[in-house]
């Protein structure tokens, strides 16, 4: 019974990971398997439903009153077929909710001791012409433990009995047995070359050991083996186990033919790389490096360079200004994300290329699928691409490319420079303050401290100019590097911000789904190994 749950729950669970993604039929079928042992173990676990089928003309109803010591069943040329099931309880077991699932309306109650809680079902003959009677032994087979298929000698090869019955229960066996009955109208020795006949044809139907019994109804010949089996089959619960096994094996197997042997795999760095390459050509990685490299050189050396010439470099065009990266610092924007949008326009080579990257990664990811489960995820993919342009832009957005970091340094050679420009100021204002002094009011020289042979405001202008320039020289040097550092490190932010967007709006979903296929595989696998 454990064993049973526990793949009735591998079913379950493999039936949700199937569901929309096989044949609708055969899910309904897995379903309604479900369903029916779901169902029979609520109603009861301690009893063994044993079904009488055969054709008209076969004794199974002489052979139900054999059985059940009675003469509930009307056989005889009165009644020459069974029109309604019939069922008997052995034993004092509650069965009533049981025998209703079943849609049994006649049934009795019968004291015993060796057959304590068989419930026993004289079905209505196979062979009938009435459409209701072929669907209420469908129906009845469907739900049943035990199948007992009694056949007479000269019905005993019936085609409709071997291919419309015993031949679609082959995954069965362990629950049927075999009753040839009426031998007391043959010889011992013809009774035999029947028996190996039959067991011959029911080789050939796929029933690799067939259990038969030879009985005689009329006589009560093999009666008593017949009713020791039942009792044997009710105190092990085999059939009901065994009925139930079958089924889920059956419908686990016609999923697995629906989910294919192949295990689906996962997409990898290699397709993350794909995507995330495709998206960084479509917001213009490239451009964004290269805009960062010369929109921080040029703050660096207006930052750093000398006073009398940095105005210069900042009249050129800030690159970053152009593509709106000024906007994304770590600081943030408070502007709405809809006004807040990248410059970056999915030009349409290169959506094609993010397109064809899309579609080389899904086929890897279809490959291994079966029909109907590569439409589902054709599908996902085709949602996820369209959503794609959007995520990528907003996560342009929403990248801090760092454009800010490092340059704290600034600020010091900043302040130095300006000290340095003030000191040149100085010695300027000196010069042409004596200048004038000089030259319009003829008043004379400032006194002026001579060092060497130079005036000292003279040497404050050279002074400052020249250790000016070599600040903003060497300045010059470092703020190109850190532009290069500053730009790739704005890059694989953004390339970071890309791997992001393509996992989580293409490699996650289309991974869930192909993890989908293996679970219901893996599911499937341990319900048939």
């Known amino acids: 019974m454990p064993s049973l749950e526990e793949d009735l729950a591998l079913l379950v669970a493999a039936v949700d990971a199937c569901r929309g993604r096989v044949d609708v039929d055969v899910l309904g079928e897995a379903q309604n398997v479900i369903d029916r042992v779901d169902r029979r173990l609520a109603l009861s676990r301690n009893t063994t439903v044993i079904a009488l089928v055969g054709a008209t003309g076969s004794g199974k109803s002489s052979l139900f009153n054999a059985l059940t010591r009675t003469a509930l069943a009307e056989p005889g040329i009165s009644r020459p077929m069974t029109q309604h099931a019939m069922a008997v309880t052995f034993g004092d077991t509650d069965t009533s909710g049981l025998l209703e699932w079943l849609g049994i309306q006649r049934h009795y109650t019968l004291v015993s001791r060796d057959l304590d809680g068989v419930v026993l079902i004289d079905l209505v003959d196979n062979d009938s012409v009435s459409p209701g009677h072929k669907q209420e032994v469908d129906r009845l087979l469907d739900v049943v433990d035990e199948f007992f298929w009694v056949v007479d000698p000269q019905k005993y090869a019936d085609a409709l009995l071997h291919e419309r019955y015993i031949q679609q229960l082959t995954s069965h066996t362990e629950v049927m047995a075999f009753v040839l009955n009426q031998i007391d109208r043959l010889p011992p020795e013809q009774v035999n070359e029947i028996n190996q006949d039959l067991v011959r044809i029911l080789k050939d139907d796929g029933v690799e050991d067939p259990t038969v019994f030879e009985v005689s109804a009329l006589t009560g010949q093999g009666i008593g083996a017949l009713r020791h089996h039942m009792s044997e089959v009710n105190s092990s619960k085999h059939s009901m186990v065994r009925r139930r096994e079958a089924d889920i094996l059956v419908q686990a197997k016609a999923l697995a033919d629906q989910v294919g042997a192949e295990p689906a795999g996962a997409l990898g760095k290699n397709h993350l790389a794909t995507i995330a390459n495709a998206c960084m050509e479509v917001v213009g990685a490239k451009q964004i490096g290269e805009a960062v490299l010369a929109g921080v050189t040029r703050r660096g050396r207006v930052a750093t360079g000398w006073p009398w010439l940095a105005w210069i470099t900042h009249l050129r065009v800030d690159p970053l200004k152009r593509l709106h990266l000024d906007q994304f610092r770590s600081t943030g924007s408070q502007e709405e994300p809809d006004l807040l949008r990248s410059s970056a326009v999915v030009h349409p080579v290169a959506r094609a290329r993010i397109d064809t990257a899309i579609r080389a990664v899904g086929d890897d990811a279809r490959s291994r699928l079966p029909h109907q489960w590569r439409t589902v995820l054709d599908a996902l993919i085709k949602d996820q691409a369209a959503s794609l342009p959007t995520a990528i832009d907003q996560a342009v957005v929403e990248t801090d490319l760092g454009i800010d ?18 000191i040149t100021v100085i010695g300027l204002g000196w010069l042409a303050v004596d200048l004038v002094l000089r030259a319009f009011f003829q008043f004379p020289s400032v006194p002026m401290l001579t060092v060497g042979v130079l005036p000292l405001p003279t040497w404050l202008v050279i002074i400052g100019a020249f250790i000016g320039l070599v600040i903003a020289g060497v300045s010059r040097v470092a703020v190109v ?49």
């Open 405 to 422: 970091e490092g340059h704290g340094w600034w600020t010091g050679v900043r302040v130095l420079q300006w000290v340095v420009f003030a």
């Open 481 to 529: 590097m850190g532009a290069k550092a500053t730009a790739t490190k704005a890059v694989s932010h953004l390339r970071r911000a890309m791997e992001k967007v393509a996992s989580d709006k293409v490699i996650t979903p289309i991974n869930a789904e192909l993890q989908r296929h293996d679970t219901a595989q893996e599911l499937l696998g341990q319900v048939l190994g």
